[in-house]
């Protein structure tokens, strides 16, 4: 018996050495024919027909019971010849599956260390085996309530089961990072994903093989492609850009090694590339939505856009090349609330951004030219005096402009609405500061109150460049454009008047003095008056159309304005000869301002006979007389009362 023993022992250890692991169905089954072996071979050695063993005709029939029953055992299990491997299909209810089932099955903690071993295949035909035998125990109950040692069985076998689909989880996961390190298990996952599925076995509670699988994927994808990450503690200007083009160059990496490795383990039911495609689309979306999170500069928005709009979509990514022609029939695009979060954030950065700006270029200007007292340029052509804030301002418009317009008209539209809005308050911001920090050269220094008028004259100019300039962008945003234009046109009229003021501060003292006696026989005023309106019309000369013109009429009605009324004062009483000689006088200075005038460009030449008229009145030395030149006056000029 012991001799017997060892032989079968040395037949089963010979017997596994020629099987591998993948071939555990062939091997179950020579280890029962080897047991049956033993027992037959047992029994046909009692029954020996020696006498001398003292064996009875009995044990022979029951040795022929005994082979019966192993020729009926081996006929139930499938036969395999020396091509026969574990994936033999069997055919059962119609139905083709990937493995036949066991017959019996090696104990739990057993199954359990084979799928903590990644020894798939055993591991899914003993899980097979104890479920077709719980079945069986379960169906022989009908609807007697469950034992214990069965509600037990039950619940080892879904524990089992839930093992085996973490244990399929973990490969498929791992295998986005380490596409070429486990293409055997992969191969064993496809199989056993397929044969689940056509056995349409799934536990309670627990999801599908092919949803767990497709899970397994996108959460791979999110551990090779999450390694690129923004340091929040390093989020400078460059950081994002960076960040996606390594983003971009990982995924089509990732793509280009699942077309040509991994795509031809699984069958084309699987989807593969499409599976791991769309994973990749998420991914970017989430990536996206956390950069969203975090970016602080307008370069960040910037980059985001260029990736959204102008890179994913093209050659460099979803569309490169190598990924066709898996690419060419499928279509990832991002969420329109995802796209239009970015243009928002982009577009609000934008407005902040250029806030920022515009309170640089007041602070510039400042330190730079005011507090230095710079005298401002002249432009090319040496005519007009002209600012450097007009031209920093409008090329930063131009730029962002530009910017935008490659990535769509929406976003041009919106960044140019935006600029516009951040514009509207600059120039009642710019006149504070400018009147703030301007007023300390209005003293006695002429140089200093020439000064004073450059600047105002170059930002006269500067700003009614900077209308034109920003009523070029009305088309995209009319109403932001009317009322920066508002802002703007008040600015300019803030800077006019404040010239005509100091004008008229400085011409007053000579004009106080009109049909006095000193005035009657002293030209010393009226020439300190032509001398004023003289430096005031080169001022006007280095203004820009239509300002000048509009300045020059402005000192135009406000000169005759001044000196009619003080004309009509009674201040002197003229008799005789002197009536004479102040209307002569008046005529004489009339015309000299006139020219003046006219020369500066003035548009108000209604006013050119009201002097003469006024003259003709004082020539009059009786009062009917008076009433005959009055007529005129009064129709021309009504509001002379």
Known sequence: MRSMTKTYRKTLSVSESRYSDTDFLSLSQLTWFNTFSFTFGNHLAVVSPTTEDGFRLTKWRKSLRALKQFEELFDSTPEHNKDSTVMDKENTNNFDFIYNIMPSHVSVMEINSLIESADLNKA?????????????????LGEEPSSVKLAHKEKDLNLLYKNLIDKLSSIVRQSCTQPSGNKELLLQVAGIIEDNEKRKWDVEGLEGLRAVWSTAIQQGVKDRLGKIYLNSNEQTVSCVGANLELLGKNIVELLETVKTETLNLYPQSFLVFETYATSCHEFVGEHLKMLLGKATELKDYNDMMDFVINRYHSEMILCSPSLQPEMEERTFLLSDDLLGQIKQAYCDCLHETIHASLENVINTEQKEVWEKKVTPKNTKDDIF????????????????????????????????????????????????????QSCSLLGSDLLDCCLWAKYHIAYINSFSSFREHIDSYRKKCPEQVKDLVLEVDKLIDHLKQALLEQFSVEIKPYLSHLMTKDWLYSDADFNELVNRI????????????????????????????VYISELLKSKYSCKGKKNEDAAANIKEQWTVLNKLFSEMGSSLDWLHSLGYDISKIVEQEHEKDIKNVLTPLVENYPDIR
């Open 534 to 561: 003289d430096i005031y019309s080169g001022y006007s000369k280095s203004m820009r159309h239509p300002s000048a013109q509009s300045f020059a009429s402005d000192m135009h009605y406000h000169v005759v304005k």
């Open 124 to 140: 899914y035909l003993n899980i097979l085996s104890m479920q077709k035998k719980v079945q069986c125990e379960r169906d022989k």
């Open 385 to 436: 005096y002209n600012s450097e804030v007009y031209t920093d301002i409008s090329e930063m418009i131009k730029k962002y402009s530009v910017n935008c317009a490659n990535f769509d008209s929406n976003v041009e539209k919106m960044a140019v609405c935006k600029c516009m809005e951040a514009l509207k308050h600059f120039p009642k911001r710019f006149k504070e500061e400018f009147s703030k």
